[in-house]
């Protein structure tokens, strides 16, 4: 929301991260994902973002 009001010529995203393998066991369960592929993960998300320049406005999930 903050990007959006503020900056409205600013590209801007939201991306969900799981709990890290020790944060889940120790939660009793839940998604998981290695740190390493994380950062694998988000590295490629930023080049991806950086190499096109037109955005899809997509949004998802659900409001409780």
Same mark, same amino acid.
């Given at each position: 929301? %903050?990007?959006?009001?503020?900056? &409205?010529?600013?590209?801007? !995203?939201?991306?969900?991260? &799981?709990?890290?393998?020790?944060?889940?066991?120790?939660?009793?369960?839940?998604?998981?994902?290695? /740190?390493?592929?994380?950062?694998?993960?988000? /590295?490629?998300?930023?080049?991806?973002?950086?190499?096109?320049?037109?955005?899809?406005?997509?949004? !998802?999930g659900? %409001?409780?």
């Open positions: 929301h %903050l990007a959006t009001t503020r900056w &409205p010529t600013k590209r801007s !995203g939201f991306m969900h991260l &799981p709990w890290l393998p020790q944060q889940a066991a120790a939660a009793r369960g839940g998604a998981s994902m290695a /740190l390493d592929t994380m950062c694998e993960g988000t /590295l490629i998300a930023f080049e991806t973002a950086l190499a096109h320049s037109a955005d899809l406005e997509e949004s !998802g659900t %409001l409780c």
